[in-house]
Each structure stands twice: as C-alpha cells, then as structure tokens.
C-alpha cells in the first residue's frame, strides 16, 4: 500500500514538473525567448510616444524558422509517466466497465421488478378468480342441501306411502303364496317327469374320478333315483371315470355309456313310477344287458 502512494506521489510530482517547465510563464523567460522577441521586448523599454525602435537582428549561422504557430516539442516520456498513463487509462476503462456494469444491474432490476409486478397480478388475479369459484362453490353447495333435504322429506313421505302399500301387498301376496307355491310345486313336478324337459335340458358336470352312478345322478334332476344292474361286469359299479359335459341331458347320458370300452352300457328311463304316498318318483337303470336278456 505505502509503495502505491509513493508511486502515485512521484507520477504527480513529475507531471507537475513537466507542466511547469512548459507553461507560458516558462516560455515568457529570457532564456526561452527568440531574437526577435527579445527586440521586441527591448523595444518597449522605449518612450510610448516615439515609434518604436525594432532592432534588426543579424543574419547568423542558426535560422530560425517562424512559419509554424505551433512549434513541436519532442520530449521523451519517462517510466514513472508511461506507470501513471496506463493507470490512468486503466481506472478509466474500469469506471467504464463498472458504469455499464452498473447500467445492467439497472436494467436487471428493472426487468426482474416489472417481472415481479406481472407475477404479482397475475397471482392477484388467480386469487380473486379462485375466490369467486369458491364463493359459486358454496352457493352450489347451500342449493345442493336444500335439495338433498327437501329430496329427504319427499323420500320420507314416499317411504311411508310405500310400507302402507307394502303391507297392504304382502297380505294380498300372503293369501295367493300358498296358491303359488302349490302351483310351482305342480310345474316342477310337471318339468321332473317330461321327457322334453329331462332329455333337453343342459347339463353342467365336471368329474375327476367318479363312478357312473355317481355322475348320472349328478346329471338327472332332483327327484330322480339311479339304478344299476351291471349283472356281466359288476366291476363297473367300482370303476371310476373322468366326465366334463354342458351338452343336452340325454345326448351327455349317451356320451358317458359310449366311452365304456369293454361293456356295452344301456339307460332306460321309467316316466310314470310313483312313491308309497302316491308322489311322482321317475328312476332311471342303468343296465349291461339288453331287455331280451
């Protein structure tokens, strides 16, 4: 730090000196003037109202020209000038940078404050457009319970309309139950014993490993007893099988006594037998021979 005063101090201190040594008081000195400004100055020594006597100077060896107004003076710049010139030049070009630095925060500050002003509004903006959503929310709201209590209260009234409906239906449905029940009751027997309903209708069995007795009862409908009479090959009533049927009832009946190799299996069903209280009992017989047999 004391290094840079001190060479700050010496490159004042010379520009001093040089402006000094060539300043106009300087120059107005006798050893800096010409011969023809010194008769000049001689000659004002004279009385003002005599002409003024120029003295001619004598042609010498030295010319001096005076066509030039402004002579050149050559004077060799030292290091301690060339050191101050380019620090002068260097604060001037870092006061440039630091101004137009300074220019770019402005404008910086200038963009980012409208940027956050926009930003701002817009925030304002969507706060107010989210206000009124919410207040037409609420509205929506306040409407939607009046309509869900006013809905209840209608629903309350229909409710109580409907039990006295409801119990004045369930007596009506009381009193015909017992005619619906022994009419379904006929119906199903009915389907139980008709041979369009019982050889028609589908089936739905899958077995792993069951005997034929067992698969055909899980093929005929409710009611129905299975028989067997396997008189040649009683080992049938052991042997088990692997059955997946959804085919018709008689067709799935005829599938399952194909599919036995060594013995020719029969079905016959029995339509018209009835139970010891008088009750439609339909069978079907499973049989290794024939009716001639």
Do not use: C
Not at 15 to 22: D, L, R
Not at 93 to 102: E, T, W
Request: hydrophobic share 40%; glycine share 4%.
């Amino acid at each position: 730090m004391k290094n840079g005063l001190l060479l700050l101090a010496l490159m004042v201190g010379a520009q001093t000196a040089i402006a000094g040594a060539y300043s106009d008081a300087a120059l107005s000195g006798a050893h800096a003037m010409s011969p023809f400004d010194r008769s000049y100055e001689a000659g004002r020594a004279q009385s003002i109202n005599q002409p003024v006597d120029y003295q001619r100077t004598k042609p010498a060896a030295l010319q001096i020209d005076l066509s030039a107004d402004d002579p050149t003076i050559s004077v060799e710049e030292t290091e301690t000038e060339r050191v101050y010139r380019q620090t002068l030049a260097e604060l001037e070009r870092s006061q440039r940078d630091l101004h137009q630095a300074h220019q770019r925060t402005e404008e910086q500050l200038r963009v980012a404050t409208e940027n956050a002003e926009l930003s701002e509004q817009a925030r304002r903006q969507n706060l107010l457009a989210q206000r009124a959503e919410l207040e037409h929310a609420l509205r929506l709201n306040e409407q939607a319970q009046r309509e869900v209590e006013r809905v209840k209260q209608e629903q309350i009234a229909d409710i109580a309309q409907m039990k006295a409906q409801s119990e004045q239906l369930l007596m009506l449905a009381e009193s015909k139950a017992e005619v619906i029940e022994s009419s379904a009751h006929k119906r199903v027997i009915l389907e139980r014993i008709d041979p369009t309903v019982v050889m028609n209708g589908t089936v739905s069995v899958e077995y792993e490993a069951a005997t034929i007795k067992e698969i055909v009862t899980g093929m005929m409908p409710v009611g129905w007893r299975v028989e067997v009479d396997f008189r040649k090959h009683p080992q049938l009533l052991s042997r088990r099988y692997q059955f997946i049927s959804t085919d018709p009832r008689d067709l799935a009946l005829r599938q399952l006594t194909a599919s036995v190799r060594d013995a020719r299996v029969r079905f016959k069903y029995f339509w018209d037998l009835k139970d010891a209280q008088g009750n439609p009992s339909p069978m079907i017989l499973l049989s290794d021979t024939n009716d001639r047999e």
